[in-house]
């Protein structure tokens, strides 16, 4: 994890990189056409992803961890159809990630510092976790700062700001009432950002991080948006509708008790307390654990990750919530 300076790819260079970490070209087109799927274009768009990334300039990315559990982290670590983490990472030069660099103390904050004052303007600045205003932001420090005055400074000086998992949109578990440390996401901190991109879910679906990262490197521009600023390929359409319990939901065919016979043969869960009609997400296309499951399809209702105060609004968690 060094600092690169900004040069054009080429894809000798680029096939290189993946042959040396065990990433064929087959897996390679298959990961740009799971790109192309999520960021919902035509299956015919994967070669000029192929081909955007394989000469992208690579851009410099810091990555800042303030009040968070790091499962988004976890989710960007863990990802590996086909290895989308060694290709995330092949992708971006990340200048500094607290939890998977090797410099530590004064070294890694010199990563930042370096990265922040040589490419002003041209880094990509990924937030995860929530930042506490309370007393002054006392509640988060890393290496003598408050997390608030490094978002501030880091935040306002990046090509782009993503804000991934619920916590850096807008304050996510530590804001739920109530909110010891005055929890807030980068839009409250850190507000008139020129481009900030929301990512929420408890945690981000690498998924979508990657593809909003690809969609840029393609088409030099960041994804369109909804008003929250969360892109409308991951949270255009709601999960009810996309449900693959949809129908039993028409039928009034509902689970009422976990493991009864009506669980066992997937019917709808709104009555154990699913919030699929109030959440936008593409959960049903994208799932997780590299695309093989997702919570209804697990058999647990949706507890709405990645909606506004999710914790407060949709707790008790197990009761039927509001259908219209
Ligand atoms: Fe699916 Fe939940 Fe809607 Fe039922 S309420 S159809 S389980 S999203
Ligand atoms: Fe979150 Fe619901 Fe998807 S809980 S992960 S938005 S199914």
């Known amino acids: 994890m060094t600092n690169t300076r900004l040069v ?10 993946l042959t040396r970490q065990g990433v064929s070209r087959r897996e390679f087109l298959k990961f740009c056409g799971l790109m192309a799927g999520t960021l919902a274009l035509p299956a015919r768009y994967a070669g000029r992803i192929a081909y955007a990334l394989e000469t992208a300039v690579r851009p410099p990315v810091v990555w800042l961890n303030f009040q968070d559990c790091t499962a988004d982290t976890e989710s960007f670590l ?7 983490d060694d290709l995330l990472l092949d992708i971006l030069s990340l200048n500094y990630h607290e939890t998977v660099m090797v410099p530590s103390g004064r070294m890694s ?42 978002a501030q400074e880091v935040c306002s000086q990046a090509l782009a700001t993503l804000a991934v998992g619920t916590c850096a949109w807008e ?15 980068v839009k409250d901190a850190v507000p008139g950002l020129a481009t900030l991109i929301n990512l929420p879910g408890c945690p981000v679906n690498v998924a979508n991080l990657t ?4 969609h840029f490197l393609t088409f030099q521009q960041w994804p369109e948006t909804d008003g929250a600023g969360r892109p409308l390929f991951a949270y255009g359409e709601e999960i009810h509708e ?3 319990r949809h129908d039993h939901y028409e039928h009034d065919e509902f689970v009422q008790e976990w493991g009864d016979a ?37 058999g647990h ?9 999710f914790w407060d609004r949709h707790s008790p968690f197990y009761v039927p919530g509001d259908d219209d």
Request: proline share 7%; net charge negative; with cysteine.
């Open 109 to 150: 904050v010199k990563s930042l510092e370096d990265t922040v004052r040589d490419y002003a303007g041209q880094y990509v600045c990924v937030v995860e976790g929530s930042i506490p205003t309370g007393d002054g932001g006392v509640y988060c420090g890393i290496g003598g700062r408050t997390a608030l005055s490094i």
């Open 8 to 17: 054009e790819g080429s894809a000798p260079a680029f096939e290189g990189r």
């Open 301 to 309: 209702g949706c507890l709405g990750c990645s909606e506004q105060r």
């Open 262 to 298: 009506a669980h066992r043969q997937g019917w709808c869960l709104f009555q154990m307390g699913c919030r699929g009609p109030d959440t936008k997400h593409n959960c049903p296309s994208v799932k997780w654990n590299d695309g093989t499951e997702w919570p209804i399809g697990a």
């Open 242 to 244: 996309e449900c693959p």
């Open 78 to 84: 863990r990802a590996s159809q086909p290895d989308v």
């Open 171 to 185: 304050g996510g578990l530590a804001a739920a009432v109530p909110n010891p440390t005055g929890a807030v996401g």
């Open 211 to 214: 593809a909003t990262i690809v």
